[in-house]
């Protein structure tokens, strides 16, 4: 991706594109330009144009892959979204150019950069201290001391430099939306750069998972605020049996997050790494088969359950899956990627190790090979310390969870 205007182009590296109007200090105050995939050209063009009228460094991504590399939802946090980076000659020129940024390029939607401060209100316009080149040293330097450049996943300021010099012009984003009121946050079990799955309570008593879609993350159909809706639309269908109920949703500050009943339990790998069918005591092999079928059984129920409601679950696997070790009830918890059987998509879900036949991709037969495959995994593939099961073993015990669902000899023979 390269700008449609003349620009002067000093080298190249690893998908990016540097233009040097002068030569850069070492480290310095520095400014992101963020865009969605859809928009960056565009935003390119208007920062090579500005660049030539107004004489100032910078670098941008002008390989496509670097460009889904730092938009995909699954992306470092800290580096996500750095697009255009800004090199001013120093302090009082960086000002400058953030408030000419935020004035003829803040209306361009784009996605925050986590590690930097927003500039004005904008969310697409920031900036950071840190290195400009990293050929000689990758620390900070100040008075004879070495610091090193903290990239985090939120501004942080360097021990030599105390207070923000731009700070007045960075506006507190508040949200209003009643929601927040009523959540309370106590930890995540994931952060991407897509969003964060969250865990706390909600209107002070009920156990929630918060999953949140940032805006402007993700390329084509993973965008992470689409995928999150998606989801919405899957579990409200679903209606809460064996799956997690919808208790609400909203949206601030472009971002989009889903609030679902917490559903406890073991993930399958976590139960089966301990109460695996195969094991070594004797006396408690005939009941963790009677437990095991027990599973599979719920499990076919589960996916079957969604076959009825014209959903294909597709992203089946074992973090996925979750079993009440009491009940031995199984609940599937992420639909993020499950799909209506009628919305002929053309993407591919695929799970490491988990081979599926390329004509078998969003069809229901996809979830029913990937059931066999976790049963391959319950028998003895999650236990690292057992021997995996044969092939007549998961054959065997196949055929017989599967004929709880009324399935015919011939379909179980076709699909392993």
Known sequence: ?????????????????????????????????????????????????????????????????????????????????????????????????????????????????????????????????????????????????????????????????????????????????????????????????????????????????LKEGRFGIGIGTDQAIAKRKNECQILDKLQGKHYPLVLGYFTTQNNYYLILQKITGLTYYEYFATNGPVVIEKNLCEKSMTDFIEVIKNLISVVAYAHRKGIILRDINPANVLVDIRTLKVYFIDCADSIFVDSHSCEKIKTPWYTIPETKYNTYAEDWIKVAWMILDGLGGVNRNLCLANYTQVRETFSKVIKYQGFSSKWMIKSI
């Open 1 to 209: 991706m390269y700008p449609v205007n003349r620009f002067l182009s000093s080298y190249e590296f690893n998908g990016w594109t540097v233009s040097l109007h002068y030569k850069l200090p070492h480290q310095g105050w520095k400014i992101h330009v963020s865009a969605t995939y859809k928009n960056y050209q565009t935003v390119l063009n208007h920062v090579v144009w500005l660049a030539e009228k107004m004489d100032f460094s910078f670098k941008f991504a002008s390989s496509s892959k670097l460009v889904e590399k730092l938009l995909d939802t699954h992306s470092v946090r800290e580096s996500g979204g750095k697009l255009i980076t800004i090199y001013p000659k120093n302090q009082t020129h960086c000002l400058f150019l953030l408030k000419v940024f935020s004035k003829l390029l803040g209306r361009f939607p784009g996605p925050n950069v986590l590690s930097d401060n927003q500039f004005a209100g904008t969310d697409n316009i920031s900036y950071r201290y840190g290195i400009f080149e990293n050929k000689s040293s990758e620390s900070l330097f100040y008075k004879g001391k070495s610091y090193e450049d903290k990239r985090l996943p939120y501004f942080v300021l360097p021990p030599f430099i105390k207070n923000d010099p731009f700070a007045k012009y960075v506006y507190p984003k508040k949200s209003n939306d009643s929601h927040w009121k009523n959540l309370h946050i106590e930890g995540a079990y994931k952060i991407t750069l897509g969003g964060g799955i969250y865990y706390g309570t909600y209107l002070k008593k009920e156990p929630i998972v």
